[in-house]
């Protein structure tokens, strides 16, 4: 039974013969309905007692004992889960050298989840690059770092409604053949993540290596220069064969 919430065998076996008990039992009596050796009975009943999971009482000289009701179990477990996560919360990761390893990251929900804390953690900078209905979940949190003084700037990939000041939209020609979703983010100009689907499946590299973190900023500007220049010359650029070929070829 409490195996599940970090208790030992033996723990959750005394437990359950004591809740499932209509009387008090003594250590005997708990060894014959726990299975728990004779020999270990006390130490396990002892711990148990300064966890909180067990009442003990001396009747004349026979010590008895009785289960902590699984209400108050459950009430205890929840208020130390969450104690637990608040402290993990506030738990600020101290690096003392450069990670130059490029890191590999799968599971589309883990990738987003390391996004948003990526850029709960910028201090100066940011800047990010993915489709429209990707950056919408991050929107709000950006437009609070931009709030906060973080210089903030994004290229969406199609229409995103947002107060974001720094803002590009580049709008993919319609007859693309290599339309893939992609995210690129970059933090205070020292670490970076890009994911993309291969197979289907969403995959990532993050690192804080700077010659790659170098080379994927200049691949942001370039997509920022490339938004501009479609945009305000788009007439020219559609009735251009060659350039429209090799815009069809870009994968955004």
């Given at each position: 039974?409490?195996q ?13 013969a ?13 060894v ?25 009482t ?11 009701s ?21 738990y ?8 130059d ?34 950056l ?72 804080m ?26 007439n ?17």
């Amino acid at each position: 039974m409490l195996q599940n919430f970090g208790f030992s065998q033996y723990e959750s076996q005394v437990y359950e013969a004591l809740i499932g008990s209509s009387m008090p039992l003594d250590a005997t009596s708990i060894v014959n309905y726990s299975n728990v050796p004779k020999a270990k009975i006390y130490e396990v009943l002892n711990k148990m007692i300064e966890k909180g999971l067990v009442l003990n009482t001396m009747a004349g000289k026979k010590k008895l004992y009785s289960a902590v009701s699984l209400d108050i179990i459950i009430k205890k477990l929840t208020a130390e889960f969450e104690q637990d996560i608040k402290s993990l919360k506030s738990y600020k990761v101290k690096r003392t050298f450069t990670d130059d390893y490029v890191w590999n990251l799968k599971d589309k929900a883990s990738i987003s989840a390391s996004i948003e804390e990526l850029i709960a953690q910028a201090e100066h900078s940011i800047l990010l690059s993915a489709w429209n209905t990707q950056l919408e979940q991050y929107r709000p949190l950006l437009e609070q770092k931009e709030k906060d003084g973080i210089d903030v700037e994004i290229l969406t990939i199609g229409d995103l409604h947002t107060t974001l000041a720094n803002t590009s939209t580049l709008h993919p020609m319609e007859n693309h053949d290599k339309l893939e979703p992609s995210q690129l983010l970059i933090v205070d100009d020292q670490s970076l993540i890009f994911a993309g689907i291969e197979n289907e499946t969403w995959k990532a590299i993050k690192t804080m290596s700077q010659p790659l973190v170098k080379v994927f900023t200049d691949f942001f500007y370039h997509d920022v220069a490339l938004a501009y220049i479609t945009k305000k010359y788009h007439n020219q650029l559609i009735h251009d064969e060659k350039i429209t070929q090799l815009l069809t070829r870009l994968r955004y």
